[in-house]
């Protein structure tokens, strides 16, 4: 509205045009920031090997999902639809699955061809984000609860935490009195904080951000450019950080914590499976979450038990427990197993951890 045309208008409509912008304003700010979602998924998992030999740890299944739609479902709830992958060991795969599964966003897909860290990975992305845009980082592999709304409005830098028993394995922040973080240390020796980094960061610096991490390409010429180093590095450089505490942390990294937080997922009401088809001659005991296409009969499955689809399990039973997809199980009784998809086991009872497209006959 021109104002020169309001005053000649009169007294009236000035507090009419005042009363449409504080109103348009109020409307705007409740509307999603948009912002790019940068995820680095380019590592090789080595902890979930055999498993990771054929499939990226982002895409292993989890309550009746993958890691990596936890992830990017939680964003597009949030009303984020810009996304960059970085992708390097196994890549192909995981360019496959958001193209099949996600046409709606908007993404895009970085190779990082050489294991260089995180700090480096986020690098990669710098063509694709516009001058003063605001980003957020998320690992592959960090699936954690908390407030998205008020982490997307954040007027600062702001990074996610969690309170942990030990620091000494994480990387850790550390506040001053007025909530502001003071240093971020990796996998400190002697911890002066419990705040462990979940990996989760909302930048707003960008442009800075990226001008470190070359600068600390250019002069270090290191084999890996960590990310907690370029926030130290923005922290020297007097850029202002908060964090935010996430409610759960859950923990995708090695068999015995994936099956954990497979159990945690499950009890939670919107993971496990509601209607579940009648299978022959067999007991599900909740909770569960039961694919598409699967035949079980004479058998007992369940509790915390993921079941990809159209897998087939006969006189089995099976608890604490995630299978792959197109897998075969016939006489056994597993318990705190992980098996790959394409997999068939026939035989007695184990603990495994068994990879992708393996047969294993145990009743010998």
Same mark, same amino acid.
């Given at each position: 509205m021109?104002?020169?045309?309001?005053?000649?208008?009169?007294? *009236?409509?000035?507090?009419?045009?005042?009363?449409?912008?504080?109103?348009?304003?109020s409307?705007?700010?409740?509307?999603?920031?948009t912002?790019?979602v940068i995820?680095?998924?380019a590592?090789?998992?080595?902890?979930?090997?055999p498993?990771?030999y054929?499939?990226p740890?982002p895409l292993?299944?989890l309550?009746?999902k993958?890691?990596?739609?936890?992830?990017?479902?939680q964003?597009i709830e949030?009303?984020?639809?810009n996304?960059?992958f970085v992708?390097?060991? $196994?890549?192909d795969k995981? !360019?496959?699955?958001?193209?099949?599964?996600?046409?709606?966003?908007n993404?895009?897909?970085?190779?990082?061809?050489?294991?260089?860290g995180?700090g480096?990975?986020?690098?990669?992305?710098?063509?694709?984000?516009?001058e003063?845009?605001?980003?957020?980082?998320?690992? *592959?592999?960090?699936?954690?609860?908390y407030?998205?709304?008020?982490?997307?409005?954040?007027?600062?830098?702001? $990074?996610?935490?969690?309170k942990?028993?030990?620091?000494?394995?994480?990387?850790?922040?550390?506040l001053?009195?007025?909530?502001?973080?003071?240093?971020?240390v990796?996998?400190p020796k002697?911890?002066?904080?419990?705040?462990?980094?979940v *990996?989760?960061?909302?930048?707003?610096?960008?442009?800075?951000?990226?001008?470190?991490?070359e600068?600390?390409?250019?002069?270090?010429n290191?084999?890996?450019?960590?990310?907690?180093?370029?926030?130290?590095?923005?922290?020297?450089?007097r850029?202002?950080m908060?964090?935010?505490n996430?409610?759960?942390?859950?923990?995708?990294?090695?068999?015995?914590?994936?099956l954990?937080?497979n159990?945690t $997922?499950?009890? !939670?009401v919107?993971?496990?499976?509601e209607?579940?088809p009648?299978f022959?001659?067999?007991?599900i005991?909740?909770?569960?979450?039961?694919?598409?296409?699967?035949?079980?009969?004479?058998s007992?499955?369940g509790?915390?038990?993921?079941?990809?689809? !159209?897998?087939?399990i006969?006189?089995s039973m099976?608890?604490?427990?995630?299978?792959g997809?197109?897998?075969?199980?016939e006489?056994?009784?597993?318990?705190?197993s992980?098996?790959?998809?394409?997999a068939?086991?026939?035989?007695?009872?184990?603990?495994?951890?068994i990879?992708?497209?393996?047969?294993?006959?145990?009743?010998?």
């Amino acid at each position: 509205m021109n104002l020169d045309y309001t005053q000649k208008r009169g007294k *009236g409509n000035r507090v009419f045009q005042c009363t449409f912008l504080l109103y348009y304003n109020s409307y705007r700010l409740t509307l999603p920031r948009t912002m790019k979602v940068i995820i680095p998924v380019a590592g090789a998992g080595t902890k979930l090997r055999p498993h990771t030999y054929t499939q990226p740890k982002p895409l292993i299944p989890l309550a009746g999902k993958t890691i990596l739609s936890f992830i990017i479902d939680q964003f597009i709830e949030a009303g984020q639809t810009n996304f960059i992958f970085v992708i390097g060991y $196994l890549g192909d795969k995981i !360019k496959h699955y958001v193209e099949e599964y996600y046409p709606e966003i908007n993404a895009e897909f970085v190779v990082q061809q050489e294991r260089s860290g995180t700090g480096h990975a986020i690098y990669l992305c710098k063509e694709f984000v516009s001058e003063g845009e605001e980003i957020t980082v998320v690992y *592959g592999d960090t699936i954690c609860d908390y407030d998205f709304t008020e982490v997307m409005k954040s007027s600062t830098t702001v $990074l996610g935490v969690k309170k942990v028993d030990d620091p000494r394995d994480f990387g850790v922040a550390e506040l001053n009195t007025e909530g502001f973080v003071t240093h971020v240390v990796e996998k400190p020796k002697i911890p002066k904080s419990n705040l462990a980094l979940v *990996g989760v960061y909302k930048i707003n610096e960008t442009a800075r951000m990226f001008q470190i991490i070359e600068h600390q390409i250019q002069s270090k010429n290191d084999s890996e450019y960590h990310f907690t180093e370029v926030l130290e590095a923005m922290l020297m450089a007097r850029i202002p950080m908060k964090v935010f505490n996430v409610q759960n942390w859950f923990d995708c990294g090695k068999k015995e914590t994936l099956l954990e937080t497979n159990a945690t $997922l499950l009890n !939670k009401v919107e993971y496990a499976s509601e209607e579940i088809p009648f299978f022959d001659n067999t007991i599900i005991i909740h909770p569960v979450s039961i694919a598409e296409g699967c035949e079980i009969e004479n058998s007992i499955i369940g509790p915390h038990v993921t079941i990809g689809e !159209k897998t087939t399990i006969r006189s089995s039973m099976v608890k604490d427990s995630i299978i792959g997809s197109y897998s075969v199980l016939e006489k056994v009784v597993l318990h705190s197993s992980l098996i790959g998809s394409d997999a068939y086991v026939c035989g007695n009872s184990q603990s495994l951890n068994i990879g992708d497209n393996t047969e294993i006959d145990l009743s010998k």
